[in-house]
Each structure stands twice: as C-alpha cells, then as structure tokens.
C-alpha cells in the first residue's frame, strides 16, 4: 500500500466535495479522499500542522489495521477523526503530566566523594583482585566467610588470608602521610 506524505502546503488544496467521509472500494481511495479535509480539522484543533498530520497519520494506520470492519460503518472518517482527536488529546495529557512533574521535582545536588573515600577507593583499586573482592564482599556486601567461600570456589580459610592481606595493605597505604609532589 502507498501512502503519500503531505506537505503543510498542500492542506487546503484539492479538498473535494467527496471528501467528507466517502467510501470507495479501497482503503486508498477512502485515504485519499479524507486525508487532507481530517488533518485540516486537526489543524484548526492543534494550530501545529505537524501535530494534525501525524495524529491523523496514527488514526488511518489504526483504520488500516480495521479495514475490513470500518468498511461496513456508515461514517468512517468519523471513526478516524475521533481517533485522531484522542491521539492529539493523550499527547497533551502526557505533556502535561511531563510539565508537572518537572516543575515538582526537585533537583537534589549530591556532594562528590570526599578525600577520604577517594583514597580508599585509590586503595582498594591497588590490591589485588581476590584481596580486593574478599574486602568488599566481607565489609560492604557484609556476605560472611564461608559464603565468599562458596562463591569464590575455594577454602574459608583461604578467604580469611585474602581478607588478612587485604586490611593490611589497606591500613599500609592509608595510614601514610601523603606526600604532595610540588612539581603538580
């Protein structure tokens, strides 16, 4: 099926007499026919020639999709231009409830991380990988031994050694005074 795009230029010419709600033997004719009087209607509803065409555009793909039943209707470019009305309708609706909640939304600023937990993620990130991930599964996903054991795939007693080196290369690095380089 071909459906022809309109321009804005094009609304008002060629509108026919027929074109009030007319039935031909196919959906393009009955398209053809209507397209341009429906999204002059939704022109003067919406004032945006865009909005109107693409409303309309949605309401003859839904009638496309009923056609064997609209056929039979005594007005079906009522059918559409209800339809058309509804989609321009729901658009405002979630405009409107978009505009709302933006305007009651409040905008909270989070401070960044401070000194002290750029340094312990600095820290963390210099262990190595078992000894990093035994910490953060014991002290921040507070799993306990024998569940980092099963998960890891090795012994408790390897994760407590993981754990063990782990604190004591961290209590190492942050327990020493920085050192500014002056050439930074």
């Known amino acids: 099926m071909m459906v022809r795009q309109h ?16 039935v031909g033997d196919s959906f ?14 939704l022109y003067a509803y919406t004032a945006d020639v ?29 059918w559409v231009r209800a339809v058309a009305m509804n989609v321009v309708r729901n658009r405002w609706r979630r405009l409107r409830a978009a ?7 409040q905008e909270q600023t989070v401070e960044g991380p401070g000194p002290d937990r750029v340094a312990l993620a600095h820290a963390l990130a210099g262990l190595p990988e078992t000894q990093r991930r035994a910490v953060v599964l014991f002290h921040v996903a507070d799993l306990s031994i024998a569940d980092i054991a099963e998960q890891e795939g090795v012994a ?22 920085r050192t500014e380089d002056p050439h930074v």
């Open 28 to 41: 393009e004719e009955f398209y053809a026919a209507n397209f341009q009087a429906l999204t002059l209607q």
């Open 7 to 22: 321009d804005p230029g094009d609304i008002r010419e060629g509108l026919s007499p027929t074109a009030t709600g007319a």
């Open 50 to 78: 865009g909005q109107a065409q693409d409303a309309v555009q949605e309401a003859f793909s839904r009638a496309w999709a009923r056609w064997d039943r609209l056929v039979r209707y005594e007005r079906p470019a009522a």
């Open 99 to 105: 505009r709302a909640h933006a305007r009651y939304r």
């Open 156 to 177: 408790p007693g390897t994760v407590k050694s993981w754990l063990h080196r782990g604190r004591a290369a961290l209590a190492a690095e942050l327990s020493e005074p």
